[in-house]
Structure formats: C-alpha cells, structure tokens
C-alpha cells in the first residue's frame, strides 16, 4: 500500500491517476532518478536540537500563530549552514581539542534531523530541496483563540511561493533551522493518508465544536497546500481523498494557487457529505507589485480564474484579501477594485487582515521593505518594533472600509460565522451562504 495514498477509495468518485507510486515509499518512481542525481548530492540537514512537538499548543505550535514566541524568533539563531545533523561537535581541528556537546535532538527537530532528501523531477537550480519529514500526526489540535478552527492539515513544512511577509517561517524555527530557510527546504510530511484515517476515527469529533457542530479541519494554515510539491507528491490530494469518505465533516482549504481546481471532484465528493468552503488568496490586483511580495505564487489573474472554476463546479469559494499591507496594498480604491473583481469572479464572501509582522517574518520582510519601499521604513519600525500587529486604530480603519466594501457589493458573511450550525447531509452543499 502506498504510503500517501489511502488504502480504500472515496465512494462515488474515480480517483486521479498519476505517476506510479513504490510500495515502500512516499514518492512517485523516477526512472531516471540514481544514486548519482542531483537530489543524493545535497548536503543533508544540520540541527543542533529543540524541545518542541509536532503539535499545537497555546505555547506556540507547529500550524497556528503562536501565543508565545519562540525562543529563537528573532533572536541570534545560528545561519543554517552552521547546523551539523549530530549532537556533538568538536570546536577545534587540533589533537586535544575540546569536545562540546549539544542538547539531544527531540520532537519536530530530531525528525527534520533525520529526514532523507526527496527524489524530484525538478531540474531547476532554483528548485529548493525537498526532503521526508517522518511525523507520527497529520491532524493536529489547534487551541489559539485567536482562530475559528479546531483542526489543522499542513500537508507539507515551509513554502516555495516565499511570501515575503509570510508569518509561519517561525515554523522552521521549531526545526532549528533559520526561517529564511522557509522557502529554500520544504519537508514533505510521511504516510499523511494513512495517518489521517486513524486520526480521523480516534482524534475528529463530531459533536464537540461551537455549539455542538462538528470539529473545524483548517487545510493550509500555515503552508500552502498547493505549491509546487503538490504536483509531485501529492500530498494534500491523498488527506482529500480521505476525507471524501467521511460524513458530516466541517472543512475549509487556504491557497494562493490555481492548482486546487486540479482536485475539483474529490472536493465535490466532500461537499456532498460534509460542509466544505475555500478561499482563494488575492493580496493586490497588481501583477507586479505581486511577483514582489509573492515571488512564486500565481498571478492574480489566475487566482481569480480559479474563483470561477471553483463556483462554476459548485463550490462555495472566496477572496481572502489578506495581508493588506499598510502603505503598499491599502492605497485608496486598491482594495474596492479586488472586491469588485473578487466578485465578478463568483466569490461569496470577501474577508482582510493587517499584516501580522512576527520577528521571524520582519528578518525577511524588513530588509526587503529598505530596499524597494524605503519610504516605509520609519513607519513599519515605529508600528512593528514592539507589537506584531498594526495599530489598533488603523485596524479599526480597515475593518470599516472592508464593511462598506461587503455592504455595498452584497457579499455574504465569510463562513467562520456559520461553524456552529449543525450539518444536514444532502445531495449537493449549498451555495446559499
């Protein structure tokens, strides 16, 4: 049995077809792939140790935004070159040197330690490294108040789309790797399918969310689930796939890409038995203030594309227009326009945040403001230095004009208010929100 894909197939709907998979191991067969490739010449991951679970707590977890910082966040963590994958090093190439030793590797740090470099069809010296991360969860509790789910389904760890003002870098941090590496090392989760179908039955309840609704499963909170790994291993497919089977589930999908419209029918098959919504991300209209901010995620028009395809298949879709990003997407009628072409593109709903700007994320995102909007500089170090969050009265602002943007283009409430009502199996999820 493959180790992604799930052993029994979702009733009522054919299963894609891709590349033939080994019977003891994750990835497709690469006929061509050898011992002398590219992928066996990379160095393996170094890390000297941390004490954190692949898990989530209100101490600052692996899939929601923390509560709590790291320790590291923001502060000297070594380059990650520095990293040696042993636990004892020796300081000095001399006889009689000194030998030091460092904390043993454990929890989510070990298992990056040990994770074996991925076979890929990737040619490209741009192409980041990919490697086989061993978890032994899939489905990991989120408890932060600050978030309406339960549930989260981070198929893969970190991102190739390098997202400048991305807050989840904190996460390689957990590994003992430097949040730059975010988008340079992505980690390709081990046997999800498999984990996802036991956890489902001993973990999952559907009864025990808001007022007795089914637990809330958020797929992509704190990676994209559809960068470009998904084509290769299809990760986020095989944990669909899974929950396709199941009735009465309360499930909601983030990306910036196109490539969820690959899944339409396995997404359709969830909507038939559980309540299922996705939102398409469109940070600016702009295509190359985008390729700025978001190097490697897929224009807008192609987002937006996607919104159609999507509400066309009867899919309840729509725009998260987040982050908006104080002095640079949030200029007068920029963010009117992304409604309004949100919404000629069949969107139900529309929904913004301020940028979030943790000090993981500000090591990257600052030096790059300095360079291409020095102008803002001041301002981002007077609102930031101290606070991840933006003033409170221009939050307030924000809130107001996104109110009057929903009001006056008839856009339905996004459904985070609607987790709490009780799910009726029928035919076809409504699209009446």
Known sequence: ???????????????????????????????????NTRTSERAPLHSPGSIVPDSISNSGGSDCPPSAMPASCGGSLRNAQDFRKDTAFVTDAVPGAVRNTTAPLVGIARLASISPAAPTRRTSDERPEYFLLPVKSILNKCESGR????????????????????????????????????????????????????????????????????????????????????????????????????????????TKSNLVTRDIDVLQEIAKRSRLYVDITVTTLRP?????????????????????????????????????????TDREGELESLAAAAKGAGALWISSGVLFLMPCAAKQFLPF?????????????????????????????????????????????????????????????SLAL
Request: net charge positive; proline share 10%; aromatic share 10%.
């Open 288 to 328: 190359r203030l985008a390729r700025l901010l978001e190097p490697r995620a897929p224009r807008p028009d192609l987002r937006l594309a996607a919104i159609r395809k999507l509400r066309d298949a009867g899919i309840p879709v729509g725009a998260l227009a987040s982050p908006l990003i104080p002095g640079i």
């Open 147 to 254: 978030v309406p789910f339960d549930w989260t389904i981070n198929p893969y760890r970190g991102c190739e789309f390098a997202c400048k003002y991305c807050y989840a870098r904190y996460t390689h941090e957990f590994m003992e790797l430097d949040g730059l590496a975010f988008e340079k090392k992505i980690f390709v989760k081990k046997d999800a399918a498999v984990l996802l179908t036991r956890e489902i039955a001993t973990k999952y309840s559907f009864a025990a969310g808001r007022e007795g609704a089914p637990e809330h499963i958020c797929i992509g909170s704190a990676t994209d689930p559809y960068q470009p790994a998904e084509k290769e291993y299809g990760v986020t497919r095989a944990c669909l796939e899974e929950l396709a089977r199941h009735t009465g589930l309360s499930v909601s999908i983030t």
């Open 1 to 35: 049995m493959s180790p992604v894909l799930s052993s029994s197939k979702p009733a009522g709907f054919p299963i894609r077809r891709r590349a033939p998979f080994s019977s003891d191991s994750l990835f497709p067969v690469c006929p061509d792939h050898s011992p």
């Open 369 to 429: 403001l300095r360079e291409k909007f020095p102008r803002l500089t001041r301002q981002y170090q007077s609102w930031y230095s101290q606070n991840a969050y933006a003033p409170e009265p221009y939050r307030q602002r924000v809130a107001a004009r996104l109110a009057r943007i929903k009001s006056q283009l008839g856009f339905s409430f996004r459904p985070w208010e609607q987790l709490s009502h009780p799910i009726a199996p029928a035919p076809q999820l």
